[in-house]
Each structure stands twice: as C-alpha cells, then as structure tokens.
C-alpha cells in the first residue's frame, strides 16, 4: 500500500514538473517567435528604410538600453511583480529584441538565416533534453560558466570599438559551447526551483517566466553565434 503511494505521489509530482516546464517552453517559444516577428516588419517595412532610419537616428541605442534595462529590472525585481506583469514584461522584452536583432538578421542572406536558426534549435533540443534528464548534478559548472559569460561579455564590448573581425570569430567560437552548456545547466536548475515553489502558484509562475527569459537568452545568443561563424552576409 505505501509502495502504490510513493508511486502515485511520483507520477503526481513528474505529471506537475512536465505542466510546468510546458509552460516554461509556451512562453519561450512565443518569444522567439514575437522577435521574429518584429525582425521580420522591422527589415521588410518599406525595404528596409525604417531599420536603416532607426539606426542612422541613434534610436537603435536607446532600443538597446531600453532592453538591457528591462532584462535586469526583470531578473532583479520578478519577485515583487505580479505573475501577469512579469509575462507582459517578458512579452515587451521579446519584442524589443527582435527590434535590435532585425539589423542583425538582414545582414546575411535568408538561406544563413534559417541553417543557423535550424543548428540552433537543433542544438538547443538536445542540451535541454540532456539537461533535463540527465543524473549529474551540473551546478558545478556554473561558476565556470558564469565566469565564462562575463569574459565574453567583457570581449563582445571591447570588439565594439575594436571592430576586429578575427576577434569576433574568436568570441562566436567560444559563445556556441557556452551558451549549449547554459542551456543544460539552466534546464536543470528550472527543474529544481519547480521543486521548491511546489504549493506556491504565484511563485512557480515567476518562476515560468523567468526559466522562459533564461532559455530564450540561451537560444537567441546560440543563434546570433552560428549565424555569425556560419553565415553568408548579403
């Protein structure tokens, strides 16, 4: 009778934690797909003049702020919002990036743009498929991979100035592992604050959001990386 018990109270817990990381992929999914969107008018609108206007005006600097702003008012502050403002936070935020990523994207050609698109998520399933079911606890890896995020965030902000192309090669090379890696490790991680929001409705779906944002940054940056080593420029 315990043994039917524990076994319920499993399938009960691993029916719960697959409801959850479905939601997690819902939104994540949803934001890709709204920056894609975005990209897509903002390259298209009128062949191309507004993307081109926003960023001879400087506007394109105030879109980027605006989003590293919101990224950070999310990860610090999601606690203290309300559920539905942290998704309508994660929503504007999806489309801000796809404002800053079309002049990204319509600088290659299309047939660039979908081969990494495509790598991207294929790599991106397999890490969040081996993140979520392997046995290793990946939190050791974590400072290593921090450490490595902030090097190459320190790198990409140099190369702004530099404008090396060689170092930008270097930088996209190391960014693809890493930001496979984060995806396991993240995965994981969203795994385990499942565990402890269970019976806290609000806090697990903050926490949705926020597992959705992780994985989203770990998607879109794999994307930017294999477009960068793996593309075609127009």
Do not use: C
């Not at 960023?55 to 879109?63: D, K």
């Not at 606890?137 to 902030?150: A, C, H, K, P, Q």
């Not at 320190?154 to 996209?172: C, D, H, L, R």
């Amino acid at each position: 009778m315990a043994v039917r018990q524990v076994t319920r109270t499993r399938a009960g817990v691993d029916a719960g934690l697959q409801g959850y990381v479905r939601q997690v992929f819902n939104y994540m999914t949803g934001g890709v797909a709204l920056s894609g969107l975005v990209a897509w008018l903002m390259g298209s609108y009128n062949g191309g003049q507004l993307m081109v206007q926003m960023i001879q005006s400087g506007f394109f600097w105030v879109l980027l702020i605006a989003q590293l702003g919101l990224v950070f008012f999310l990860s610090f502050r999601v606690q203290k919002l309300q559920p539905s403002t942290a998704l309508g936070l994660f929503i504007g935020y999806s489309a801000l990036s796809g404002a800053t990523l079309a002049p990204l994207v319509f600088a290659y050609t299309q047939a660039s743009v979908v081969t990494a698109f495509f790598t991207a998520a294929a790599m991106f399933g397999a890490m969040s498929v081996w993140g979520y079911t392997t046995k290793k606890d990946l939190s050791g890896f974590g400072s290593f991979l921090f450490m490595g995020l902030i090097g190459l965030i320190v790198a990409s902000v140099i190369n702004i100035f530099v404008g090396s192309n060689t170092m930008s090669f270097v930088i996209s090379l190391i960014a693809v592992p890493l930001f496979a890696g984060l995806t396991a490790y993240d995965m994981q991680k969203i795994k385990e604050i499942y565990y402890h929001t269970q019976g806290d409705v609000a806090a697990q779906s903050r926490a949705a959001v926020m597992g959705a944002l992780t994985l989203y940054l770990d998607f879109i940056n794999l994307f930017i990386h294999l477009l960068q080593l793996m593309g075609e420029r127009r």
